[in-house]
């Protein structure tokens, strides 16, 4: 007999394109390919000490039964007190969802905010995974162009003209990724003013909040305050304390918002892991002097990748400001190359040089790549320098 068929949903539903890429890259590299991958987002240093003692502290006593859906109160805790540490927000333990990720946060997000067909405007370059959590909430992605001309910031006029009475919520993702823009301030209260009095959620991903090397963070509950009783503010540990393979995230909001991830995550993955949790009351607690370390780290590799990129002919990039990546657009490339998109692009540069990128078709930017520089500085030379011979030999043939 026939296998039975799968659900539209899964059917249409594209893979991570990054994470797509990592595993090719790891696949080459175990092979023993000389590959250099920019693909990877996340920290390539190891997760701070006192996190890892507190895991194992927590192992050992016991900590490793099921814990309450939406994490134990400590680490809700100590979420709380670090937004209002660092960021001057002021949410109690009960407005905090701890997940399994910020992804998971996100996806569980759109599951309690979005009916069937209801729009969420979102703006490109987005990072890959929106628009199918979107789908698969059943909702629909609105998207609105940024340019890198004004440095992929929300523009007020287009952003007020994607809204419908059919918009449920906004995704605002600052820093960006892809493009390491850090939405100031006035941006921020200027698409506040265009929400208000629009019955829309807001989704503020702010997973990169501690790594900006240029301006300030701020987040959108403490520029437009009079919309903090409708934004879910969406953060996590993956990135500054290098732990995406523990997977734990948050979110922060509304309480009866909060109570429904609680919810949702009760009838899925049922609580977060035990031990982890407690990893992350230590993170918050005991290695936020490492935060600080990493954000240098990576202030001091962007630089050295910025100015390794300016001798690349054909592409073009505009300094990102925060998160670890530069978007890199390529089209001069693409027209001297003969190249039809970026996805084209990257194939021939894996081919030729043994390099991966993450092309920008992913993101809704189809004439860019992204490159990560959270990685170890010789490698990151070593595969500009690749990116730059296969460059060359690609203009002075045009």
């Given amino acids: 007999m026939p296998t039975p068929p799968l659900a539209g949903r899964v059917r249409a539903l594209a893979p991570s394109a990054t994470l797509a890429l990592t595993a090719l890259a790891r696949e080459l590299k175990e092979r023993g390919e000389p590959v250099v991958s920019f693909g990877a987002g996340e920290p390539d240093v190891n997760t701070p000490e006192p996190v890892i003692e507190a895991a194992c502290r927590a192992l050992r006593e016991g900590k490793t039964k099921y814990t309450p859906s939406g994490g134990i109160r400590p680490l809700r805790e100590a ?12 949410y109690a333990p009960e407005d905090v969802h701890i997940s399994v990720g910020a992804k998971h946060a996100l996806f ?3 599951l309690a905010v979005l009916e069937p067909e209801e729009e969420v405007v979102l703006f490109s370059p987005y990072w890959v995974s929106y628009p199918e959590m979107v789908r698969l909430a059943g909702g629909k992605p609105v998207v609105v162009p940024t340019s890198p001309e004004r440095g992929f910031l929300p523009e007020r006029e287009a952003f007020t003209a994607a809204l419908t009475p059919r918009t449920r919520a906004v995704l605002l993702n600052t820093p960006n990724n892809p493009t390491g823009a850090v939405y100031p301030e006035t941006v921020l209260r200027q698409l506040g003013e265009v929400l208000a009095g629009r019955d829309v959620w807001v989704i503020a991903d702010e997973i990169y909040a501690e790594l900006v090397y240029e301006g300030a963070h701020v987040p959108f509950p403490r520029a ?3 919309l903090a009783d409708r934004t879910l503010l969406i953060g996590g540990f993956s990135k500054s304390f290098a732990m995406t393979g523990w997977r734990l995230g948050f979110a922060a909001g509304p309480r009866e918002l909060v109570r429904a991830l609680d919810n949702l995550a009760s009838q ?19 290695a936020l002097g490492e935060v600080e370390r990493l954000r240098q780290l990576f202030a001091s590799r962007r630089a050295k990748m910025l100015a390794a990129l300016a001798e690349v002919p054909g592409v073009r990039f505009a300094p990102p400001g925060g ?11 693409l027209e001297a190359g003969g190249f039809s998109d970026a996805d084209a692009l ?6 030729e040089e043994k390099v991966v990128v993450v092309p920008g078709t992913s993101f809704g930017a189809p004439e860019f790549v992204r ?9 990151m030379l070593e595969g500009i320098a690749r990116l730059a011979a296969f460059a060359r030999r690609r203009v002075m043939s045009a």
């Fill in 79 to 90: 979420v709380a007190e670090y937004l209002h540490t660092r960021f001057g927000l002021a």
């Fill in 108 to 110: 569980n997000a759109f």
């Fill in 224 to 226: 437009v305050p009079e």
């Fill in 268 to 286: 899925s993955v049922s609580c977060p892991t035990s031990f982890v949790q407690y990893a992350g009351v230590a993170a918050l607690r005991e």
């Fill in 323 to 333: 998160a670890f990546y530069v978007f890199l657009d390529v089209s001069p490339l």
């Fill in 346 to 351: 990257a194939r021939a540069l894996l081919e």
């Fill in 371 to 379: 490159l990560s520089y959270a990685m170890g500085e010789e490698e």
